[in-house]
């Protein structure tokens, strides 16, 4: 039987005790009832519960058009924000060649836009995109988001004057609503091949849907391995009552103790690279989850060792308002040994006949009861490799927890209400119709 993904308590029972988290996990049992049952806040957001099963019905066509993106180009931009990107990113990053892109020979990459505004960073794009034989997929639920809309409409255009309109009728999929915005619109007018992201799924829960899945499935990854994790955890997790056996009850318990306890900032961390773009999915999944009504534990995250030669002396030793979680990876497949040398100036030879994730292996160990010494306590989610099949569990279980918490802080876990803000603000400088009069009152306010 394969192993799971499992939650290590021992480095938070000098903060708050086992009993406590356990007392608080059986407790939130009734949270995980609400969300099976629908009776809970945001109940119209459900759809996630149940993707890794809904989902297969589409698995074919997802990787036939993968396969066809793979055929007709080396290279794909995903369009997207937010939900709408870092889930497939993620998965992408953790997984794929650390350096693929560099590799000779045939490969398929996968390039991203419409996650920010930048001049320079979509100038340069086309500079790679002119030399470049590219498809696009565009990922947008409401289909009306500025930067994704904005990308596309540049990126369109681009595609179109390099290969013709048809041509990129070809290598153009939208993922978007089913009927509704301007995406779905534009798709049926120039005959786009679309998939839809269902009403019932938020987009920053999104990443087993087609939004996921097709860049996923794109990148040469393993999407089927993918949704079979996220299934095993959905098993151990959605209708298991006992909390000690329950990943994500427990995770959500120890981190709302800890807040409790007096510390409002959660750090995710991961000891290697490949697991930066996770950390930034978990930030986006529990900052826009859990930070409402004056509500929520703040998200932050850093990629060790890297971070421990900058941000590791605050975590040691600065304001104790932090609590950390680990995510730790116990296998690794590249294998590197360190060899003996016969000078060894470089006095490493005590480190002869070890193995990197040997040495990375220790320095988490180390740092965990540093920080712990620190007063840092640290839950630790122990992964037992990287692949498709354990980022499925990665997501899931992490999506349940962050449901399950959502609904012990009291708030709605599935909307999102503060993101307009800016966008109001934006809209009214940029003369945005319907935007006037605020526009005027707010250049009124930068004159200031
Ligand atoms: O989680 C969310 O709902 C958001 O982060 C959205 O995914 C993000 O704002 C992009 O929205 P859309 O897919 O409508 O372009």
Redesign the pocket.
């Known amino acids: 039987m394969k192993e799971n993904i499992s939650v290590n308590l021992k480095n938070t029972g000098d903060f708050v005790s086992g009993e406590e988290i356990l007392a608080l996990a059986q407790q939130s049992v009734r949270h995980l009832d609400a969300l099976n049952a629908g009776t809970g806040a945001g109940n119209d957001f459900l759809g996630w519960l149940s993707l890794h099963d809904d989902i297969l019905p589409q698995i074919d066509r997802i990787e036939k058009k993968a396969e066809h993106l793979r055929h007709v180009s080396d290279l794909t931009v995903v369009i997207?924000?937010?939900?709408?990107y870092?889930g497939a990113r993620a998965v992408i990053e953790a997984v794929s060649h650390s350096f693929s892109s560099f590799r000779k020979g045939k490969h398929h990459d996968i390039i991203y836009a419409g996650q920010n505004i930048c001049e320079d960073y979509m100038a340069n794009l086309l500079d790679i995109l002119n030399e470049r034989d590219y498809s696009v997929i565009v990922?947008?639920?409401?289909?009306?988001?500025t930067e994704?809309a904005i990308a596309f409409r540049i990126i369109k255009d681009h595609l179109e004057k390099k290969i013709g309109k048809e041509k990129a009728a070809d290598r153009i999929i939208a993922i978007?609503d089913s009927s509704k915005?301007a995406l779905r619109t534009l798709s049926e007018l120039n005959g786009y091949d679309t998939f839809v992201?269902p009403d019932n799924i938020?987009?920053?829960?999104?990443v087993l849907s087609p939004?996921g899945l097709l860049p996923v499935a794109v990148s040469g990854c393993d999407i089927r391995e993918l949704v079979k994790g996220a299934r095993a955890m959905a098993e151990i997790t959605r209708n298991n009552h006992n909390s000690p056996t329950n990943p994500s009850l427990l995770y959500a318990a120890a981190r709302n103790l800890l807040l409790q306890s007096g510390r409002p900032v959660e750090i995710l961390a991961g000891f290697t690279p490949r697991l930066h773009y996770f950390l930034e999915w978990w930030k986006?999944l529990y900052g826009?989850s859990e930070g409402k009504d004056g509500k929520g534990i703040f998200p932050a995250s850093v990629d060790f060792t890297t971070d421990l030669h900058s941000l590791g002396q605050y975590i040691q030793e600065g304001q104790r308002m932090i609590f950390e979680t680990m995510i730790s990876v116990k296998s690794f497949s590249g294998k590197i040994v360190i060899r003996e040398e016969k000078e060894n100036s470089d006095e490493l030879n005590y480190l002869a006949g070890k193995r990197l994730s040997e040495v990375n292996s220790s320095a988490e160990s180390g740092t965990i009861l540093a920080h712990n010494d620190g007063g840092v306590p640290v839950i630790r989610i122990e992964v037992p490799a990287l692949n498709e099949y354990y980022a499925g569990q990665l997501i899931y279980f992490f999506e349940m927890a962050c449901a399950i918490s959502g609904y012990i802080l009291d708030v709605n876990p599935f909307d999102?209400p503060g993101?307009e803000a800016y966008k109001k603000n934006m809209f009214a400088l940029l003369s945005k119709p319907g935007f006037e009069e605020a526009g005027k009152k707010l250049r009124e306010r930068l004159k200031h």
């Open positions: 997207g924000i937010g939900g709408s870092l990922i947008s639920k409401s289909g009306t988001t994704p978007t915005g992201i938020g987009g920053r829960y999104s939004v986006q826009e999102q993101v």
